[in-house]
């Protein structure tokens, strides 16, 4: 009789699963060294949100014995006269110096991320700031979990030891026992109930300038950190509510698709919209139910004879919410007078300002904004 005996390496098995999970660490790396710079990609920030990026991520080489680097004669050895601390060869890093060039690039690929990827490492350390318990809890839909067995499912949902057990059990009791005769009566099913969770409720005033000094730069830049607040309050939150202001002389409530779509026009009186985020609140969202948070951008750019009362307003607000929070844009026209000289004269924790002047500093303005207490008092200006 003949026997064959083999030896099989189940660590191969598992590499394509090793390789793959290296994959996604590499796409981690990329999308973190380049996170200021994808989340003012234009074609996320004009789309759906469904779009699909490129990173480019610098390739791996296996390891493997490299012989005769560069055609030199020998590799790694001396004439023998080398002393300790002697340079052997002198060369310029690749691809630097003035000319086409002789040394070979670094090779990298694109790798196409989602947006919800993007938005999983962008949203890591980003919370609420100074988020109260002790407002209106409201029940929200946490997960569903399956926590139930019934005799009457889904044929997907059937508990094949539960079944067993049952029919085991039936047929001990007449006598015949044994796993035979499977009636419809011994079958059980999974059954699933929604997990409730309460949460605090809260809501976001979004306000933005919409007037003519608003250039296409400054509206791009105010758009991009509005679509990524959106984005991640319905992303951690349940129950977050979102109310959108615009403004030029005037201030007026919009819808969402308005707020990210509106053209500019008009002058600038930033008062308006701090009084109309005022009767808001305390019409609809009450401080002692609510956890407010209120968000103004601008170029700054503001009737002179308007900043006093801005400032007024501006207190007002942060006796009624968690936080103010203030983004101005400079664009090519940059002003010494804004109406951000103008809020030096507000010091308050809970007031936080931001100066934009490259897209960059959308993601700066997130962290400052919702990041940790400390990261947003380092970011502050």
């Not at 605090?200 to 105010?222: L, Q």
């Not at 801005?310 to 103010?324: A, F, G, H, R, Y």
């Not at 010494?336 to 007031?351: E, G, M, Q």
């Not at 960059?360 to 207490?373: C, E, H, I, N, P």
Request: hydrophobic share 35%; with cysteine.
């Amino acid at each position: 009789m003949d026997f064959t005996i083999t030896r099989e390496d189940w660590s191969l098995h598992r590499k394509g699963e090793i390789d793959a999970r290296r994959h996604q660490e590499k796409v981690r790396e990329a999308i973190c060294r380049r996170l200021a710079e994808i989340v003012t990609e234009e074609s996320i920030i004009l789309s759906n949100g469904q779009r699909i990026v490129r990173v480019p991520i610098r390739s791996l080489e296996e390891y493997r014995f490299r012989f005769n680097y560069n055609k030199m004669r020998r590799v790694g050895q001396g004439n023998g006269k080398t002393q300790v601390g002697d340079l052997i060869i002198t060369g310029r890093p690749r691809g630097q110096g003035k000319g086409a060039g002789e040394e070979p690039g670094i090779d990298y690929y694109e790798a196409e991320v989602t947006i919800d990827e993007i938005a999983n490492v962008l949203f890591e350390e980003l919370c609420l700031p100074d988020l109260k318990s002790d407002r209106k809890m409201q029940a929200a839909v946490d997960a569903l979990e399956f926590s139930d067995i019934r005799k009457k499912g889904l044929s997907t949902n059937i508990d094949r030891k539960r079944t067993l057990l049952a029919v085991l059990k039936r047929n001990a009791l007449n006598g015949r026992p044994g796993f035979h005769d499977i009636r419809p009566e011994d079958l059980r099913y999974r059954t699933w109930n929604p997990r409730i969770s309460s949460e605090a409720g809260a809501v976001v005033i979004a306000m933005m300038d919409t007037s003519g000094s608003m250039g296409p730069f400054e509206k791009y830049i105010a758009r991009c950190f509005f679509f990524w607040v959106v984005r991640f309050l319905r992303t951690k939150y349940q129950n977050v509510e979102i109310i959108y202001l615009t403004h030029h002389t005037e201030a007026r409530e919009v819808k969402e698709e308005e707020f990210f779509q509106k053209g500019e026009s008009g002058g600038t009186r930033c008062s308006s919209v701090y009084r109309l985020a005022l009767e808001i609140i305390n019409q609809r969202y009450p401080p002692d139910d609510y956890n407010v948070y209120a968000f103004h951008f601008s170029d700054g750019d503001n009737l002179n004879t308007d900043n006093d009362l801005c400032i007024s307003l501006v207190q007002e607000l942060l006796k009624v919410t968690n936080l103010v929070g203030y983004g101005e844009i400079e664009g090519p026209y940059y002003y010494t007078s804004t109406l951000k000289t103008a809020y030096r004269a507000i010091n308050h924790p809970r007031f936080v300002t931001v100066t934009l002047r490259d897209k960059g500093d959308v993601y700066k303005a997130l962290k400052t904004f919702f990041g940790r207490q400390q990261s947003r008092n380092e970011g502050a200006s």
